[in-house]
């Protein structure tokens, strides 16, 4: 991230400022619980690639600091719906919103930020961005049903799970990318350029994600680990396990996959599998392959810092441990 922040550090302060700012609410709880999640960390990725791709087509103009901050509302509001469909505990190392005020705050307070993202919207001024935004919003809607269409699916396909990451996650940060074009003015081609750089890379996000789950430590991934598997989610690296295992291992594996509550010994069992039949490696290896994909779409830009800044951010959704 470094890269980034070298460049765009300043205006990322300015969109936390923003950020409370756009909070304001003659109910406290909004601000608090908004606050809450705000302030249990993160990168902040999806503004940071929505200044990026402004710089990279060459705006310098006061609407990109707001246009992020609505990018953040935005996945702010999905965090607080996920983790009240997810049951999760956690989320970033904290308890998560739910937990500290129940599922009902915690929908509704995501509905706001929602409502509030397309008042900002609005303010920017630009009817293609507020095309883009919106859009994505839907789609993001539509890939949360298909992925509880898709639990507990054990012949989920690769192609079908690549799906549902594109409108699950993939595509706001495709939108952040696409946002920032839009305000550079740049030309059809290189909004594309950067829509699907940005989808290519939350694909390899996500990916990470699914990876973390079966690997990294709770303190680490900042979220139960082995969450998405007691939760009957089908990823990636399970995907290609089921494709390899034995029937009495794929047996073994239905039956964490349909239980309400899982023991250490059943995902013990079941990343044994994972871990056995190459599953990691081949996340591993599905992750890269969209980066390097994703690092494709901006050969057409010229060589500058604010280039080597997206790139070195690609590389660090690869290496990143939470």
């Given at each position: 991230?470094?890269p980034?922040?070298?460049?765009?550090?300043?205006?990322?302060?300015?969109?936390?400022?923003?950020?409370?700012?756009?909070l304001?609410?003659?109910?406290?709880l909004?601000?608090?619980?908004?606050?809450?999640v705000?302030?249990s960390?993160?990168?902040?990725?999806?503004?940071?690639?929505?200044l990026?791709?402004?710089?990279l087509?060459g705006y310098?103009?006061?609407?990109?600091?707001?246009?992020?901050?609505?990018?953040?509302?935005?996945?702010?509001a999905?965090?607080?719906?996920?983790?009240?469909?997810?049951s999760?505990t956690?989320r970033?190392?904290?308890a998560?919103?739910n937990?500290?005020?129940?599922?009902?705050?915690?929908?509704l307070?995501?509905?706001?930020?929602?409502?509030?993202?397309?008042?900002?919207m609005?303010?920017?001024?630009s009817?293609?961005?507020?095309?883009?935004?919106?859009?994505?919003?839907?789609?993001?809607?539509?890939?949360?049903?298909?992925?509880?269409?898709?639990t507990?699916?054990?012949?989920?396909?690769?192609?079908?799970?690549?799906?549902?990451?594109r409108?699950?996650?993939?595509?706001?940060?495709?939108?952040a990318?696409e946002a920032?074009?839009?305000?550079?003015?740049?030309?059809?081609?290189?909004?594309?350029?950067?829509a699907?750089?940005?989808?290519?890379?939350?694909?390899?996000f996500?990916?990470?994600?699914?990876?973390?789950?079966?690997?990294?430590?709770?303190?680490?991934?900042?979220k139960?680990?082995?969450?998405?598997?007691?939760?009957?989610?089908?990823?990636l690296?399970?995907?290609?396990?089921?494709?390899?295992?034995?029937d009495s291992?794929?047996?073994?594996?239905a039956?964490?996959?349909?239980?309400?509550?899982?023991s250490?010994?059943?995902?013990?069992?079941?990343?044994?599998?994972?871990?056995?039949?190459?599953?990691?490696?081949?996340?591993?290896?599905a992750?890269?392959?969209?980066?390097?994909?994703?690092?494709?779409?901006?050969?057409?830009?010229?060589?500058s810092?604010t280039?080597?800044?997206?790139?070195?951010l690609?590389?660090?959704?690869?290496?990143?441990?939470?």
């Open positions: 991230m470094q980034a922040l070298n460049i765009i550090g300043e205006d990322l302060k300015l969109v936390e400022l923003q950020f409370r700012k756009d304001e609410s003659d109910v406290p909004i601000r608090k619980v908004a606050e809450y705000l302030s960390g993160g990168k902040r990725v999806r503004p940071a690639l929505l990026l791709a402004a710089r087509c310098n103009d006061d609407k990109a600091v707001p246009l992020a901050s609505v990018i953040e509302f935005i996945h702010t999905t965090l607080l719906h996920d983790d009240v469909v997810d999760a956690l970033r190392g904290i998560s919103a937990t500290l005020w129940g599922n009902e705050a915690s929908v307070v995501g509905d706001f930020l929602f409502s509030k993202s397309f008042s900002l609005v303010g920017v001024g009817l293609d961005i507020l095309r883009v935004l919106s859009g994505a919003t839907t789609v993001i809607a539509e890939g949360e049903v298909m992925q509880l269409l898709c507990g699916e054990l012949d989920l396909t690769e192609e079908q799970y690549i799906n549902v990451v409108s699950k996650t993939a595509i706001l940060m495709s939108a990318c920032g074009a839009i305000l550079g003015k740049a030309s059809q081609s290189q909004q594309q350029a950067l699907d750089f940005g989808m290519d890379l939350g694909i390899a996500q990916l990470m994600d699914d990876l973390l789950d079966y690997v990294a430590t709770e303190e680490e991934f900042g139960s680990i082995g969450h998405d598997l007691e939760e009957g989610k089908i990823t690296p399970l995907i290609h396990t089921l494709c390899q295992c034995n291992e794929r047996a073994i594996i039956n964490v996959v349909e239980q309400d509550e899982m250490i010994d059943d995902f013990r069992a079941v990343s044994g599998f994972v871990k056995h039949y190459g599953g990691i490696a081949y996340t591993t290896d992750a890269r392959f969209y980066i390097n994909k994703c690092k494709s779409h901006l050969d057409q830009f010229l060589p810092p280039l080597d800044a997206l790139l070195s690609s590389d660090y959704v690869v290496s990143r441990s939470k």
